[in-house]
């Protein structure tokens, strides 16, 4: 089992950035989408999983898969490894961008963006983490949700580490 991601032969990761549409007010940061870049699979994907993203800070970690309405957390930013199958998902709000993302793929999602499954194989598995074992919120964009939505965005910290490549690459150096 890989113990820890090779940086010299790691690809950059995708980045997407989404426009506040009024209900789901997204980020200033990109959402970063790793693609293929962890060959474990099923409960050992999983474990691998947990272990990196514990290793790298992020942590209170969760496995299940994706929720079927918007959402987006404003009191932290998320990462989702999938660890088993694949899905479609709509990120950024209904304005936003469809992704296909599959077993060995690692999103990096910044607080306040808009994620939802559209839809997934049966075995669709992702485990769930936060930096520093924040705890998270879900807010559908709802009236009434902000603007303290905002003001919760605005004061969550830029993580110390990326959740996959630790103290280099990733969010280091793409969230400025």
Known sequence: MQDRPDIS?????????FKDDGKIPNSKYPLLVYKNVFAERGVKGAGWLEALF????????????????????????EVLGVFAGNALLHM?????????????DILVIPA?????????????????????????DIL??????????????????????????GKSGGLI????
Do not use: C
């Open 9 to 17: 032969t790691m690809t950059n990761p995708q980045t997407f950035f």
């Open 54 to 77: 514990a290793k790298n800070q992020w942590t209170n970690s969760w496995r299940n898969g994706v929720f079927t309405y918007h959402h987006y957390h404003s009191i932290s930013h």
């Open 92 to 104: 950024g709000g209904e304005n936003g961008e469809k992704i296909r993302v599959e077993a060995g």
């Open 112 to 136: 306040g963006v808009g994620h939802k499954k559209l839809e997934s194989s049966g075995d669709f598995g992702v485990v769930g983490a936060y930096p520093d074992g924040r705890d998270y």
């Open 140 to 165: 559908r964009g709802e009236p009434g949700d902000r603007p303290k939505a905002d003001q919760n965005i605005a004061k969550v910290p830029k993580p110390a580490l990326d959740p996959f490549s």
């Open 173 to 176: 150096t793409l969230w400025v």
